[in-house]
T-cell receptor, first 107, second 114 residues
Framework: AQRVTQPEKLLSVFKGAPVELKCNYSYSGSPELFWYVQYSRQRLQLLLRHISRESIKGFTADLNKGETSFHLKKPFAQEEDSAMYYCALAGANNLFFGTGTRLTVIP | EPEVTQTPSHQVTQMGQEVILRCVPISNHLYFYWYRQILGQKVEFLVSFYNNEISEKSEIFDDQFSVERPDGSNFTLKIRSTKLEDSAMYFC????????????FGAGTRLSVL
């Protein structure tokens, strides 16, 4: 069965501190994983996807198949990073979302 | 930049009434989706649509739900007889290729069933 787990509902860090948002998945095939972000009063938008292996807004995420994880990291958090972050796994015809983590960056 | 457009932004209805939620996907996209998010819960898949037919639907998408692409631009979600538990944020999404590619989301319609 496909599943995405984000263990932290809330995460607060100080500005300039490193941040890591955890995501674990369960999938029998070859996973396609995404991080979506929702800033206050804005729509869900793609932050990054594992297949592109790029850094967006200073965020990176590495797929670890051994640990079935796709944690999102940023070395120095900024206030504008405060948002809701969703990890998502692509199925055959849809996306499975985790429950999301609300990140608050404290000035 | 093209966007997925959803109307209305907020819909209030009485229990048992029919509602139609409307979406205009990005014009050259071929795959369309509906998701919902009950307050405080995760985003849940409802249905995917490609080539004028449903590709997949979840357990939530029962006989009360239907989707339609009535013309070349709109993609609608109909709930025939709304229940209190249908109250949620409904998101439409589209992608140029399949779901393993980037899905672009609309701003959502908040449905309140009284």
């Amino acid at each position: 069965a496909q599943r995405v787990t984000q263990p932290e509902k809330l995460l607060s860090v100080f500005k300039g501190a490193p941040v890591e948002l955890k995501c674990n998945y369960s999938y029998s095939g070859s996973p396609e994983l995404f991080w979506y972000v929702q800033y206050s009063r804005q729509r869900l938008q793609l932050l990054l996807r594992h297949i592109s292996r790029e850094s967006i807004k200073g965020f990176t995420a590495d797929l670890n198949k051994g640990e079935t994880s796709f944690h999102l990291k940023k070395p120095f958090a900024q206030e504008e990073d405060s948002a809701m972050y969703y990890c998502a796994l692509a199925g055959a015809n849809n996306l499975f979302f985790g429950t999301g983590t609300r990140l608050t960056v404290i000035p | 930049e093209p966007e997925v457009t959803q109307t209305p932004s907020h819909q209030v209805t009485q229990m048992g009434q029919e509602v139609i939620l409307r979406c205009v996907p990005i014009s050259n996209h071929l795959y369309f989706y509906w998701y919902r998010q009950i307050l405080g819960q995760k985003v849940e898949f409802l249905v995917s649509f490609y080539n004028n037919e449903i590709s997949e639907k979840s357990e939530i998408f029962d006989d009360q739900f239907s989707v339609e692409r009535p013309d070349g631009s709109n993609f609608t979600l109909k709930i025939r007889s709304t229940k209190l538990e249908d109250s949620a944020m409904y998101f439409c999404a589209s992608s140029a290729q399949g779901p393993k590619n980037i899905q672009y989301f609309g701003a959502g319609t908040r449905l309140s069933v009284l």
